[in-house]
């Protein structure tokens, strides 16, 4: 040991060099493995960790989208639908949504003038209302203000095949959300294609544009079990879908339909859109109707009990 300290210290320069080498090997191997393990990292991480709140936010399953191009639009199109639930005036939204395409602007668009146009179709109020006070005096107050946001809407466009025409002149790429050839909006939907048009919309982890499909395309999906009358089943589903895109969206209770149906008619026993859907049912045939919902619910990929709109 007195040799090995005696060495050391008659060569003290050469022992220090020795020192600061191995030290800057050290240096440069932890280096080149930072270097290795930041290489590794997936194109576009940095982007979908920004953005993945925002994607999962406009998914109906809650599920962030698979990868950064995915979560760009729909981020595009949750602001849009944004824009589309607050916009103050529905003619001044339409003529500027139509324009931008890629972010789901000619399918909110029409989606616009539908609305309008249901408020349309209801329009007068009845004299008397039954049920509870508060509520219909809420309601009266959402329709008149949805009212104003619908002013000159049907008078510029005089329906929709009119505001498609004009929309799909529009440039700017594909519109993502817009079924093919407009199908439902202002083309007939059918069996050979219902089930291509609703996957298209889940595709799109867009809850109005899932609620549409769903609604057009309800009445030829084999799901819950049959009365044996195809008129009846067909009515049943198309029930069901009403009562799935409401919860889809996030407007069943309180909403403009159920706020529609209490002004319009009197009835405003109900705040809740799904308990005026199921009033329509006959009782003889409410256990089936209940299957049918089961049904609807696996085909939109939503667990019993739990909507899109829980997963905002």
């Excluded at 997936?42 to 982007?47: C, D, E, F, H, Q």
């Excluded at 909110?108 to 007068?124: P, T």
């Excluded at 008149?144 to 002013?151: I, L, N, Q, V």
């Amino acid at each position: 040991m007195r040799q090995v300290l005696a060495w050391i210290d008659g060569h003290k320069a050469s022992t220090a060099g020795l020192l600061l080498v191995v030290a800057g090997c050290i240096a440069l191997v932890s280096l080149a493995r930072r270097a290795h393990h930041l290489q590794l990292r997936p194109a576009g991480a940095s982007s979908l960790s920004s953005t993945a709140g925002a994607g999962a936010s406009g998914s109906a399953s809650g599920v962030a989208p698979a990868g950064p191009v995915a979560t760009e639009r729909n981020t595009s199109t949750a602001r849009m639908r944004g824009e589309f639930e607050n916009a103050p005036g529905y003619l001044e939204f339409i003529q500027q949504a139509m324009s931008r395409p890629q972010e789901g602007g000619k399918f909110y668009a029409l989606l616009a003038w539908r609305r309008c146009d249901d408020l349309n179709r209801h329009q007068g109020a009845a004299a008397e209302h039954a049920g509870n006070d508060a509520f219909h005096d809420g309601a009266l107050a959402l329709v008149r203000d949805f009212g104003k946001r619908c002013a000159g809407v049907q008078e510029r466009y005089a329906d929709i095949q009119a505001l498609y025409t004009v929309a799909m002149a529009q440039r700017g790429g594909r519109d993502e959300l817009m079924p093919a050839d407009g199908r439902g909006i202002v083309a007939p939907s059918g069996r050979d294609t219902a089930d291509a048009d609703i996957d298209g919309a889940i595709r799109t982890a867009d809850r109005w544009a899932q609620a549409e499909a769903l609604r057009n395309n309800a009445g030829f999906l084999d799901v819950g079990n049959s009365t044996g009358d195809h008129g009846v089943d067909r009515q049943l589903r198309e029930w069901g879908a009403e009562i799935l895109a409401c919860e889809l969206v996030g407007t069943c209770r309180g909403g403009l339909e159920v706020s529609l149906h209490c002004v319009a008619t009197g009835d405003c026993a109900h705040d809740d859109y799904r308990d005026v859907v199921r009033s329509r049912v006959p009782d003889v045939q409410m256990t089936i109707f209940d299957t049918v919902l089961d049904g609807l619910h696996r085909r939109m990929g939503l667990a019993p009990g739990r909507t899109g709109a829980d997963d905002r």
